[in-house]
């Protein structure tokens, strides 16, 4: 079946400084969705990426989609502590067009 | 999302007694999921349904039933709980628009088997 790998599994960082979380699949992937858990929260849908190659900004974030559409990442620059949470990556295209999550990267950020 | 609520939101509970999760949602969705988060272990889907009648096994339903009592409501149930079913539990919806789905979650129920 369908995997997606995500590293690192930690971040930690001084606020300011920048951020990237990466995720590859197993298969070729319908489109790459991210999600941001806050702590003590729940997953929150942040972004849709679905062309080829395809590059989207939120603010500081930065989402790509590769162009094998296997891989896509997450940059954060310039940290805030704002930022803290757990960022999932989600795979789209597995069977009966179910999500496969990434394991998440958690990242912290220091005042 | 306050269109999708859970309860209880926390759950203390015994090896071997039975117990419910449930799952409403406003938004209409004809998907709902279950999933269970674990640390380090990411989301792991238990159960999912397209519609009233269409429930489907995810990648961890050992040990899990589900129920579809009507468009919005999605219940989980643990037969007879047991400690390592201890985690926090996250139902989703979604509008069912094939590759181009997206998730709502809600607020998350955690459990916890002594």
């Known amino acids: 079946g369908q995997q997606v790998m995500q590293i690192p599994q930690y971040q930690h960082v001084q606020e300011g400084e920048d951020f990237t979380t990466y995720c590859n699949s197993s298969t070729t992937l319908s489109n790459i969705q991210w999600y941001k858990q806050r702590p003590g929260g729940h997953p929150v849908f942040l972004i849709q990426?679905?062309?080829?190659?395809e590059v989207k900004k939120q603010k500081r974030l930065t989402f790509q989609f590769g162009e094998a559409k296997k891989n896509s990442s997450l940059h954060i620059t310039a940290t805030q502590t704002t930022d803290v949470g757990t960022y999932f990556c989600?795979?789209?295209?597995?069977?009966?067009?179910?999500?496969?999550f990434g394991k998440g990267t958690l990242l912290t950020v220091n005042p | 999302d306050a269109d999708v609520t859970q309860t209880p939101r926390n759950r203390i509970t015994k090896t071997g007694k039975r117990i419910m999760l449930e799952c409403s949602q406003t938004?209409?969705?004809?998907?709902m999921y279950w999933y269970r988060q674990d640390p380090g272990l990411g989301l792991r889907l238990i159960y999912y349904s397209f519609d009233v009648k269409d429930i489907n096994k995810g990648e961890i339903s050992d040990g899990y039933s589900v129920s579809r009592q009507a468009q919005a409501k999605f219940s989980l149930s643990l037969e007879s709980a047991i400690p390592n079913q201890t985690a926090l539990y996250f139902c989703a919806t979604s509008k069912g628009l094939g590759d181009l789905d997206t998730q709502y979650f809600g607020p998350g129920t955690r459990l916890t088997v002594l």
């Open positions: 938004k209409g969705h004809d998907r």
């Open positions: 990426l679905v062309k080829s190659g």
């Open positions: 989600a795979g789209g295209g597995g069977s009966n067009y179910k999500l496969t």
